[in-house]
């Protein structure tokens, strides 16, 4: 079984991101990556990105230059065994070495390192938790996932909403929370508001008050418990 082609596909919602002092569902971001890697057996591995997708298929779809180091994933690949994904990976690495080793180069190499396992499940007809070694649970706890409300009041009925809903936790992340210091501290510090001491927030922030909010923010817990967070780590914030 050998690589035939390695796609990069850029979805379009079609929706700008929720303007965050709306307190309404967030939609997500209106770009999002998908790769595709397709075999000569027929079985093709699919993977989602999560980074700056038209950049990512740029990554991916580079013209070849012959040069190790400035080349796509794409010439990486090509022409390749797909169930040798440790040494793939290396390979990738390199042709992407001048260029691509953070951000959205390691971000569509991640994708791609996905697809190689959807294809190797699929040819051994195994779920990939088989194939690594173990499958620790048959069931997950689905959690709630929306933006910050701009007011207290308006995060205790979102609160509320998602618990008659019958989720039993709840992830806040971005909307207005992170931009304005003063606003954030309001929004924790709201008796309208369960708390959770000492737990830190991680949100989006500007850089001059990430230091600020994660020093002297907690994450928030409703009834049956929720979470704030965002992909900004502790290691950013300081």
């Known amino acids: 079984m050998r690589i035939t082609d390695v796609e990069a596909m850029v979805l379009d919602t079609g929706k700008d991101y929720a303007d965050p002092q709306e307190a309404v569902e967030a939609h997500g971001v209106r770009f999002v990556a998908l790769i595709k890697v397709t ?17 990512g298929r740029a990554i991916v779809t580079a013209p ?11 010439a ?12 793939l990976w290396q390979k990738a690495y390199r042709y992407l070495a001048y260029y691509g080793r953070q951000a959205a180069g390691m971000q569509m190499l ?18 990939v938790s088989a194939l690594l070694g173990a499958k620790y649970r048959d069931r997950v706890k689905a959690y709630a996932s929306t933006l910050f409300r701009p007011t207290p009041d308006a995060m ?27 606003l954030d501290i309001t929004l924790k510090t709201s008796p309208a508001m369960p708390r959770l ?42």
């Open 76 to 87: 990486a690949l090509i022409g390749e065994d797909p169930l040798e994904r440790a040494r």
């Open 110 to 127: 991640s994708g791609v390192d996905i697809a190689l396992w959807d294809i190797a499940g699929k040819a051994c007809e195994q779920p």
């Open 156 to 182: 205790k009925r979102a609160v509320d909403d998602y618990l008659g809903r019958g989720f039993r936790a709840i992830k806040f992340c971005w909307g207005v929370f992170g931009h304005d210091l003063k």
């Open 39 to 55: 075999t000569d057996a027929g079985i093709c591995g699919w993977s989602d990105v999560e980074t700056q997708p038209h950049v």
């Open 64 to 74: 070849s230059g012959g040069q190790v180091g400035f080349e796509s994933l794409r």
């Open 197 to 238: 001491p000492h737990t830190p927030a991680r949100c989006a922030s500007p850089p001059e008050n990430r230091r600020r909010v994660w020093s002297s923010l907690s994450v928030w817990r409703a009834r049956a418990g929720w979470t704030c967070c965002s992909p900004i780590s502790a290691a950013a914030a300081a």
